[in-house]
């Protein structure tokens, strides 16, 4: 199976919170990684958390990582229509520098 | 600060003929990673430069691609005898040294007819 996995929509209204999930599935991944894509554009890079962290939070967005269970997950608060993207999981093992992606949620939001 | 530059920003190659995509770092960044994003697939890692090296090559198909980061100039992926099932977006990223944050830039949309 992928090593990084995220369901591929999520639909939510504006101004209520976004909760984008994903799980991989090495147990040696050293930072886990959540990036963002508009139509046509390339991957900006969101937030990160070491695999040492449970939880980072910065201005709306929250990142709560259960290594037990190897969940990630991003929390969007107040979401707005500006939000609207592909959102991509990604981890990166000790061993080596290579991001691996999964499939990429799209975030509709709704006004 | 710049970011990551790539051009051209999309490409259309017939069957056969070669493809070259170019990367520019960020000023200060003397890593490069290139990925391939196919149609509703997430990205896949093929190589990974520093400057005058090959680092990673393990997500490269064995013939017809090759990545080159010289002392000057930007880094290059080449694609040669472009085939249908090429088609698709190239990105790259570049890190400073000694960082897990890569940047990415806009990408390349190569589309093979």
């Known amino acids: 199976g992928e090593d990084v996995e995220q369901s591929l929509f999520l639909s939510v209204r504006e101004g209520d919170s976004s909760v984008i999930n994903c799980t991989y599935t090495d147990s040696s991944s050293t930072y886990l990684y959540w990036y963002k894509q508009e139509p046509g554009a390339g991957l900006q890079l969101l937030t990160y958390i070491f695999s040492n962290m449970d939880m980072k939070q910065d201005q709306r967005l929250t990142v709560l990582l259960n290594k037990k269970d190897k969940h990630l997950s991003l929390r969007i608060a107040d979401t707005q229509t500006g939000d609207s993207a592909i959102y991509f999981c990604?981890?990166?093992?000790?061993?080596?520098?290579?991001?691996?992606f999964g499939k990429g949620t799209l975030l509709t939001v709704n006004p | 600060n710049a970011g990551v530059m790539q051009n051209p920003r999309h490409l259309v190659r017939r069957r056969g003929q070669e493809a070259r995509l170019r990367c520019s770092p960020m000023k200060g960044h003397s890593h490069v990673y290139w990925y391939r994003q196919l149609p509703e697939e997430g990205l896949k890692f093929m190589v990974y430069?520093?400057?005058?090296?090959?680092?990673?090559e393990s997500g490269m198909p064995k013939e017809r691609f090759s990545a080159e980061f010289p002392k000057e100039g930007p880094s290059i992926l080449r694609i040669q005898q472009v085939v249908r099932g090429d088609s698709a977006a190239y990105f790259c990223?570049?890190?400073?040294?000694?960082?897990?944050?890569?940047?990415f830039g806009p990408g390349t949309r190569l589309t093979v007819t």
């Open positions: 990223a570049s890190s400073p040294d000694q960082t897990y944050e890569q940047y």
């Open positions: 430069l520093q400057k005058e090296n090959i680092i990673d």
């Open positions: 990604a981890e990166m093992r000790s061993s080596n520098y290579k991001l691996t």
